[in-house]
């Protein structure tokens, strides 16, 4: 299997920003380059929505309405390692936040195979 491990989460004001990360490792069936990513959150009481995500090569980027202008979604295969830049955090950024692998870019999360162990993200007002 793919182990996804994701950091950078933390607490910020409104307005701030954040940086987030996510190693890849595992099997060598498979590399890091063969997957398109993607990030997710999930809000307390709410359901998992997509975020982000990123093409194999890193050349083609989707993102949710709610947060496109705002975050930027990376990857440095070289490095096994995706990122996503938020800037101009809100409240209602906070969440827990989730990277995934795909066999193809997509927003839906039913798509994507593996996935990390979250990390908290926390925008005070």
């Known amino acids: 299997q793919v182990q996804l491990v994701e950091s950078g989460g933390g607490l910020v004001q409104a307005g701030g920003s954040l940086r987030l990360s996510c190693a890849a490792s595992?099997?060598?069936?498979?590399?890091?380059?063969?997957?398109?990513m993607g990030w997710f959150r999930q809000a307390p009481g709410k359901e998992r929505e997509f975020v982000a995500a990123?093409?194999?090569?890193?050349?083609?980027?989707i993102y949710a309405d709610s947060v496109k202008g705002r975050f930027t979604i990376s990857r440095d295969n070289a490095k096994n390692t995706v990122y996503l830049q938020m800037n101009s955090l809100k409240p209602e950024d906070t969440a827990v936040y989730y990277c995934?692998?795909?066999?193809?870019?997509?927003?839906?999360?039913?798509?994507?195979?593996?996935w990390g162990q979250g990390t908290q993200v926390t925008v005070s007002s």
């Open positions: 995934a692998s795909s066999r193809v870019l997509t927003m839906k999360g039913e798509q994507y195979v593996y």
């Open positions: 990123v093409s194999r090569s890193g050349g083609t980027t």
């Open positions: 595992g099997r060598t069936f498979s590399t890091f380059s063969s997957y398109a």
